[in-house]
């Protein structure tokens, strides 16, 4: 899922004759500042895994990728042993190989939980998930890959 790193609307600002922005507007003029234009747009991907048992669900790894542009180094940290995964690559859009470091990484999170229950991936179309090399790194640890038709995936959760 697609995550904005900004709002599309924007709000207005009011300003009223006695606001102070009119004294800062009155400065600039006088002495032009070199602004550093900062990114307007951008995304984050977030790979959510979710279980319908809710003892599974606290273990399950939950992936975000991020554009390398974007954010520092120092916030894609996080906390050792943790089940959060700040990915910092040269794009936020997922693909199939990044798809096979997060089936590695699902395994990796429940082999206890794998003997009572049979894992099923539900996956959209999206291409990063349609390539056999995502298929077979799923069934190489026993995972049901099932491919949820498109513009159902808003059915998976009822």
Known sequence: MSVARAPNRRRDLVVYQK??????????????VRRVK????????????????????????????????MVSVGACQSEPNSSIY????????????????????????LPHVL???????????????LPLSVIEAATRFGFWVVYAPARTTWLVHH
């Open 19 to 32: 606001s102070p922005i009119h004294a800062l507007h009155a400065r600039n003029r006088r002495r032009p």
């Open 38 to 69: 900062a990114p307007q747009r951008g995304a984050m991907t977030h790979v959510a895994l979710v279980a319908d048992a809710a003892e599974s669900q606290s273990l399950l790894p939950q992936v975000f990728l991020v554009n390398q542009h």
């Open 86 to 109: 700040i990915w910092r690559e040269p794009t936020a859009w997922s693909s199939s190989s990044m798809m096979i470091r997060i089936i590695d990484i699902f395994y990796d999170h």
């Open 115 to 129: 003997e009572g229950y049979q894992p099923i991936l539900i996956l959209d179309c999206a291409t990063p998930h």
